[in-house]
């Protein structure tokens, strides 16, 4: 069995079917993309993955074990193994970077305040901010803002971390400080789920890539048969357009 | 006009006085944190809450704010004993200054609730926090954040209208100044001085509020 396996998920807004039977797994620090047109589901099946939105059949495993999404118990369990961060860097805006990155660790890991500070300090330093510790979000570029939202994921010390377009609300020039900081991740054996429009950072990193189209899965394959000779006509057009631009 | 004003005999009394003003600030604090608490659920059920939870609160909030708090109080303090509960005069206050501060405090909370972020309250989701942390560590230091001038009024408002506890007879700022008043016969002079410790408190009260937003929330407030 895989370290994430995701078994004919399903889920729906009302009567919209958003996701259907998907299928997919990932193996322990591996890095799987997804790719796909606007709408097809992408940010649906992370939120669904981390207990956001309801899936309405289907099931994920951790470690072999099922995640009850119904069960409070089973989701305070499955968020000490899996993390997310969004596209919008939704900091808690009240806090310092600082306690932004220790808040999880203190108060739900119940670690010594000491402890979480010194090992927040490290994570911030790994992407470039520690000299912002004290800073609150509202004091940070919105690239600064999205790697103090990486290090605050990375400070729940997950297994598995779901990055859902991270750098599509940023200026240029902040992207790459972003990717960078993902590309440091990428041999940790953090199991890691990017959604991302950016191709050549998604082709250089990922050891697979999923294609999703109207809420389904229609080609999973590494980066070089994704988009060099991919089987699916759906992909073709897709990576085509998107390398075209 | 040959009324010569004698303050002596008020001044005498002031300690008396003080001390009437310490039961007000009492009054006021046990009202404004009553009802804060009845407030915050209010606003949580009226923005979160199911239909049955959002019913209730809206109806509550309509009740209370669309009667008199003086009338809400006569009527625990004078209807209640006839279903066997009698209450001291004290406690029919603040049971009714509590449940009237929270109707008011649901509709002011209810802005701040409406204020927070969903995308925060997503995000501490995500990292584990039970509803409870989401509400102690995401959610109230927005709504601090966003209702802090309407809750400072509001306060500044329990201070004044905590005074019509003396007319239930308890012996807070204006209960003794009553008491001294017709004992003295020195209105003018006794309701000057009183008036007087009255806008003293609500500049105090003003002031500290202003310096703990500062402190606690980042709040702007002017300090005066
Ligand atoms: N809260 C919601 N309520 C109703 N429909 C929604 C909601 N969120 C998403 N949808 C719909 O679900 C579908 C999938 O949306 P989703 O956000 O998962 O797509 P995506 O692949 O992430 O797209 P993008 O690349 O634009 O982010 C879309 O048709 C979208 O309109
Ligand atoms: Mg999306």
Known sequence: MHHLEIRNISSSYGKLEVLRDVTLSADKGEVVSLIGPSGSGKSTLLRVLIGLTPPTGGNVYIGGNKVDYNSRKSLKDLRGHMAIVFQQYNLFQNMNVLRNVTIAPVKIKKKPREEAEVRARGLLQKVGMEEKADAYPDELSGGQQQRVAIARALATSPEILLLDEVTSALDPERVKEVLDTIRSLTHEGITLIIVSHEMAFVREVSTRVAMMDQGKIVEVGPPEQIFRSPVESRTRDFVSKILSH | ?224
């Open chain 2, 1 to 224: 006009m040959n009324y010569t004003f004698q303050f002596a005999a008020v001044l005498e009394e002031l300690p008396y006085l003080l001390g009437g003003a310490v039961v007000t600030l009492q009054i006021a604090f046990a009202s404004f944190w009553g009802g804060a608490v009845i407030g915050l659920f209010g606003a949580l059920a009226k923005v979160y809450g199911g239909v049955v939870a959002r019913r209730i609160a809206a109806g509550y909030v309509t009740l209370l704010t669309n009667t008199p708090a003086l009338v809400q109080i006569f009527l625990l303090y004078y209807a209640l004993p006839d279903a066997g509960i009698l209450l001291e005069p004290m406690t029919a206050v603040l049971i009714g200054l509590v449940l009237n501060a929270g109707a008011y405090l649901t509709e002011i909370l209810r802005a701040g609730v409406l204020s927070v972020r969903r995308s925060e309250i997503e995000a501490a989701a995500t990292l584990g926090m039970s509803q409870l942390q989401i509400v102690r560590y995401v959610m109230l230091p927005h709504i601090a954040k966003t209702i802090y001038a309407p809750l400072s009024n509001f306060f500044v408002w329990l201070v004044l209208g905590s005074s019509l506890a003396a007319l239930f007879g308890v012996e807070e700022l204006t209960g003794r100044a009553i008491n001294i008043s017709t004992a003295n016969l020195r209105s003018i002079e006794t309701f000057t001085i009183v008036a007087a410790i009255y806008i003293v408190l609500t500049v105090i009260a003003s002031a500290s509020l202003a310096l703990v937003g500062r402190w606690a929330f980042r709040v702007k407030a002017k300090v005066f």
